[in-house]
């Protein structure tokens, strides 16, 4: 977003003027950002075939994703129900990847009947597969207990995750494959969000490519995600260009060894979309106390969890007074609980009425959102080709009641 005499503006359209005709709380969504992130890696990555697959629990609108297949390409799902999502976007199963954790077997029955690849991360799941569908190519979520993770809630890679068979697991896995005649294709890990650098990737990388060796039919190999993107200016974040150069380059020497080009697969959430989104809200009321100046405004943790979930920060300035004096806020929501979206915010000087924007808003926000204090979610809007595109209307009453039945 730049700021152009006094206004801000993003793709050239006047954000306060869409903000007056969409009304917040708004998500405001700049697909340009998207594809860009997307051409980052496809360079970066110099490999025979490189599969990336977008993690759509971080956003999840349809018209989005739908953008995402015609950029040709693929979608990683936690759900049932995000595959179902993903085939009414038009994705072919093919492109679908399926990377679930503590799922019944009877989603992982539905799964296999939607014909999507499926990275297992449960021992007894691949002995299901085994006896009920051989045959069926399975994936292997393995889990290198590779520390990682910029917050606790956040790093899934270490002894006490609950994510992934664990690497010392192998030799029983492999027992498994050898008994059950399992069609392992692929090995999966993922170390958690926020992994800060390329050496922590390569290390794990190393680890992937030692329980590969043990396996003679892979046809991919999955890195999962945890790039990092900044939040602020001094942020750390994951160098891709410096990562897809590394990884490239051991994942190359490791398909020569192996004697065969194996696919190699991303998984990014955060990375293809944080940037691309912001979150527009008004303020309500300046709340003087003893002790604090409180810009409290139209939304709360029911939209925009992460401040107060994984003590996420978010930039936030003023779009209606750029140029205010700069003074220090507790920016806070209006739901009936502690929703701090910012603490000691020096923030160009808030008066009620004003719009703040809440950038790195792609990611992780919309698709946490809730109904608590049965307030209703925001509109979401996309800038794409030019146009500006409603592509979530706010909700109403009539959504919070629909399946609450009547009694007579
Ligand atoms: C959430 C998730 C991702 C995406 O992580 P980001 O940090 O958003 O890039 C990738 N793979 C799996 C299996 C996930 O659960």
Same mark, same amino acid.
């Given at each position: 977003?730049?700021?152009?005499?006094?206004?801000?503006?993003?793709?050239?359209?006047?954000?306060?003027?869409?903000?007056?005709?969409?009304?917040?709380?708004?998500?405001?969504?700049?697909?340009?950002?998207?594809?860009?992130?997307?051409?980052?890696?496809?360079?970066?990555?110099?490999?025979?075939?490189?599969?990336?697959?977008?993690?759509?629990?971080?956003?999840?609108?349809?018209?989005?994703?739908?953008?995402?297949?015609?950029?040709?390409?693929?979608?990683?799902?936690?759900?049932?129900?995000?595959?179902?999502?993903?085939?009414?976007?038009?994705?072919?199963?093919?492109?679908?990847?399926?990377?679930?954790?503590?799922?019944?077997?009877?989603?992982?029955?539905?799964?296999?009947?939607?014909?999507?690849?499926?990275?297992?991360?449960?021992?007894?799941?691949?002995?299901?597969?085994?006896?009920?569908?051989?045959?069926?190519?399975?994936?292997?979520?393995?889990?290198?207990?590779?520390?990682?993770?910029?917050?606790?809630? /956040?790093?899934?890679?270490?002894?006490?995750? !609950? =994510?992934?068979? $664990?690497?010392?697991?192998?030799? &029983? +896995?492999?027992?498994? #494959?050898?008994?059950?005649?399992?069609?392992?294709?692929?090995?999966?890990?993922?170390?958690?969000?926020?992994?800060?650098?390329?050496?922590v990737f390569r290390l794990a990388a190393e680890i992937l490519f030692d329980?590969?060796?043990?396996?003679s039919d892979l046809e991919f190999i999955d890195f999962g995600s945890g790039?990092?993107?900044?939040?602020?200016?001094?942020?750390?974040?994951?160098?891709?260009?410096?990562?897809?150069?590394?990884?490239?380059?051991?994942?190359?020497?490791?398909?020569?060894?192996?004697?065969?080009? /194996?696919?190699?697969?991303?998984?990014?959430? !955060? =990375?293809?979309? $944080?940037?691309?989104?912001?979150? &527009? +809200?008004?303020?309500? #009321?300046?709340k003087q106390t003893p002790s604090t100046v409180f810009a409290g405004v139209?939304?709360?943790?029911?939209?925009?969890?992460?401040?107060?979930?994984?003590?996420?920060?978010?930039?936030?300035?003023?779009?209606?007074?750029?140029?205010?004096?700069?003074?220090?806020?507790?920016?806070?929501?209006?739901?009936?609980?502690?929703?701090?979206?910012?603490?000691?915010?020096?923030?160009?000087?808030?008066?009620?009425?004003?719009?703040?924007?809440?950038?790195?808003?792609?990611?992780?926000?919309?698709?946490?959102?809730?109904?608590?204090?049965?307030?209703?979610?925001?509109?979401?809007?996309?800038?794409?080709?030019?146009?500006?595109?409603?592509?979530?209307?706010?909700?109403?009453?009539?959504?919070?009641?629909?399946?609450?039945?009547?009694?007579?």
């Amino acid at each position: 977003m730049e700021l152009q005499n006094g206004h801000y503006t993003l793709q050239g359209f006047d954000v306060g003027e869409l903000v007056s005709r969409y009304q917040t709380p708004l998500y405001l969504y700049d697909t340009s950002v998207i594809q860009h992130q997307i051409g980052r890696l496809q360079k970066a990555f110099d490999v025979p075939e490189l599969g990336i697959h977008f993690a759509c629990k971080a956003l999840n609108n349809i018209h989005i994703l739908k953008l995402m297949k015609d950029w040709g390409i693929g979608l990683d799902t936690v759900s049932i129900q995000e595959i179902w999502i993903a085939k009414r976007a038009g994705f072919p199963p093919e492109r679908i990847l399926y990377t679930p954790n503590c799922v019944g077997t009877d989603e992982i029955e539905m799964a296999i009947q939607e014909g999507v690849q499926i990275n297992v991360d449960h021992i007894e799941t691949l002995e299901y597969i085994g006896h009920h569908h051989p045959g069926t190519k399975v994936g292997i979520r393995i889990n290198p207990h590779v520390m990682a993770g910029g917050h606790e809630k /956040l790093s899934v890679g270490h002894i006490d995750s !609950k =994510f992934g068979i $664990s690497i010392y697991q192998l030799p &029983l +896995v492999l027992r498994l #494959v050898d008994a059950l005649k399992l069609r392992v294709n692929g090995l999966h890990m993922h170390t958690g969000s926020d992994i800060l650098d390329s050496g922590v990737f390569r290390l794990a990388a190393e680890i992937l490519f030692d329980a590969a060796r043990k396996f003679s039919d892979l046809e991919f190999i999955d890195f999962g995600s945890g790039i990092k993107v900044a939040y602020k200016a001094d942020d750390v974040y994951t160098d891709v260009e410096e990562l897809g150069q590394v990884l490239s380059e051991s994942f190359n020497n490791f398909c020569r060894e192996y004697g065969k080009p /194996l696919k190699l697969y991303l998984e990014p959430g !955060k =990375f293809l979309v $944080s940037e691309a989104g912001y979150f &527009l +809200v008004r303020t309500n #009321v300046i709340k003087q106390t003893p002790s604090t100046v409180f810009a409290g405004v139209d939304s709360g943790l029911n939209h925009l969890i992460r401040p107060m979930f994984y003590d996420a920060y978010h930039h936030i300035f003023n779009l209606s007074h750029p140029l205010g004096k700069p003074r220090v806020y507790n920016i806070v929501g209006y739901i009936c609980e502690t929703d701090t979206f910012a603490n000691n915010r020096v923030v160009a000087e808030i008066r009620p009425g004003d719009i703040l924007c809440f950038k790195n808003a792609g990611a992780y926000c919309y698709t946490m959102s809730s109904n608590y204090n049965s307030r209703f979610r925001p509109a979401e809007v996309m800038l794409h080709g030019g146009r500006d595109h409603l592509i979530r209307e706010r909700e109403t009453l009539e959504d919070l009641l629909r399946h609450q039945q009547e009694l007579i």
